[in-house]
C-alpha cells in the first residue's frame, strides 16, 4: 500500500519584505512542489503581499503587529502536518528544507532547527547577533536544559502536534525563545540540521534591532524562569533576602549580646523585613509550582489529544 505524503505548509511572516520575497517563494517552491506556501503579511507598507500573491504564494494579513502576533496567527489558521517556519528575507536556504522534513518524519520528532552556518560571509549576522545568540541559547540550556545550538534561528520544521498545542504568548521577535522553551518543557523530541546562511538581497533591510530586542529576549527567558521554573527563581530570591537580611542583624545581635541595647533599631526592623520576606518568597515558589505543574498537565493533554503523522515507519 502507497504511503500518503504529508501536507506541508510554508509559512512565512513578512514585513516590508518585497525585495527578497520573489525570491523566497519561488525557492521554496522549486525545493517543495506540493507544499502549500503562505505568507503572512503583517501590516507592510511596501508592496509584499501583492508582489507574493503574484509570485503564486497565498497571502493572509496578519493584523497585529510583531513576529510572534504572526506566529500565533499562522499556527491558528493553516492546517497541515508538517509546517515550515522560514524568515521572509530570503537569507535562509530553501534547498535544506527537504533534510528538515526528513529528519522531522524519519526521526519522529516534533520540531527540528534549522543551525545557521554562514562562515562570516553574511554582513546581517553581525558580530553582535552572533555573541548575543550563544548568550542567549546557553541560558535557556542552562535554566532549562535541551542541548541547542542556534535557539534563535527563524528556520524551523514542526509537527502538527506541535503547532496546535504552542500558546504563542509573546508578541515580537522573542517567539523563537518561546518556541525552544516549549519544546523542553513538554520534553518533545527535537532534533538539529545545519544550513548556509547568506546575506540579505540588496535593497532590502533587516527589523531587528541588537539591543532593543536582544534585552526583549533576555525579559523573555527571566520570565519564563519564573513562570516555568518559580521554585529556582524564586528560591534564589529568597536566599538573597535571607543573605541580606543576616547581613545585617549580625551586628545589632552582637551588640545586643555585649550592651543589652539595640541602638539601631531601623537596621533592625529593616533586617527582619527582608527575612520574613525571604520566607514569603519561597512560599511563593512553593505555591506557583503546583500551578505550574497543572498547567503543563493541561499542555500535555493538548498535546496528546492531537494524532501524530503516521510514516511508513510507525505503522
Excluded at 43 to 62: R, Y
Excluded at 206 to 220: A, E, P, Q, V, Y
Excluded at 235 to 251: D, E, Y
Amino acid at each position: 500500500m502507497k504511503q500518503c505524503e504529508p501536507r506541508v505548509a510554508i509559512l512565512i511572516p513578512c514585513y516590508n519584505e518585497e525585495v527578497a520575497i520573489p525570491k523566497v517563494i519561488a525557492d521554496f517552491r522549486l525545493a517543495v512542489p506540493d507544499a502549500m506556501i503562505y505568507v503572512f503579511d503583517n501590516n507592510s507598507t511596501d508592496q509584499t503581499a501583492k508582489v507574493a500573491i503574484e509570485a503564486g504564494a497565498k497571502v493572509i494579513l496578519a493584523p497585529y503587529q510583531g513576529k510572534g502576533n504572526v506566529v500565533r496567527r499562522m499556527f491558528a489558521d493553516v492546517e497541515a502536518d508538517v509546517y515550515v517556519m522560514v524568515d521572509g528575507d530570503a537569507t535562509y536556504d530553501a534547498g535544506a528544507v527537504k533534510k528538515l522534513i526528513q529528519e522531522l518524519i524519519q526521526q519522529d520528532l516534533d520540531m527540528v532547527v534549522g543551525c545557521r552556518v554562514d562562515h562570516g560571509e553574511a554582513a546581517n549576522y553581525r558580530r553582535g547577533h552572533r555573541w548575543g545568540n550563544r548568550m542567549l541559547t546557553s541560558a535557556v540550556s542552562h535554566i532549562f536544559g535541551g542541548k541547542f545550538t542556534d535557539m534563535l534561528s527563524g528556520y524551523r520544521a514542526f509537527s502538527r502536534r506541535f503547532v496546535k498545542s504552542f500558546p504563542a504568548l509573546t508578541r515580537g521577535f522573542e517567539i523563537e525563545t518561546e518556541l525552544t522553551i516549549h519544546a523542553l518543557e513538554l520534553r518533545m523530541p527535537y532534533g538539529e540540521i545545519l544550513t548556509q546562511y547568506g546575506s540579505r538581497p540588496e535593497g532590502s533591510e533587516s527589523k531587528l534591532s541588537t539591543f532593543k530586542d536582544g534585552f526583549r529576549i533576555l525579559k523573555t527567558i527571566i520570565r519564563f524562569y519564573m513562570t516555568e521554573r518559580p521554585i529556582g527563581f524564586f528560591g534564589i530570591l529568597a536566599f538573597l533576602l535571607m543573605l541580606t537580611g543576616c547581613v545585617l542583624f549580625f551586628p545589632v545581635l552582637e551588640q545586643y549580646l555585649m550592651t543589652g541595647l539595640v541602638p539601631r533599631l531601623p537596621t533592625a526592623i529593616l533586617s527582619l523585613g527582608l527575612i520574613l520576606t525571604a520566607f514569603l518568597s519561597m512560599t511563593c515558589g512553593l505555591i506557583l509550582d503546583t500551578v505550574t505543574r497543572g498547567r503543563h498537565e493541561v499542555k500535555r493533554l493538548a498535546y496528546l489529544s492531537i494524532p501524530r503523522y503516521q510514516s511508513e515507519k510507525n505503522k
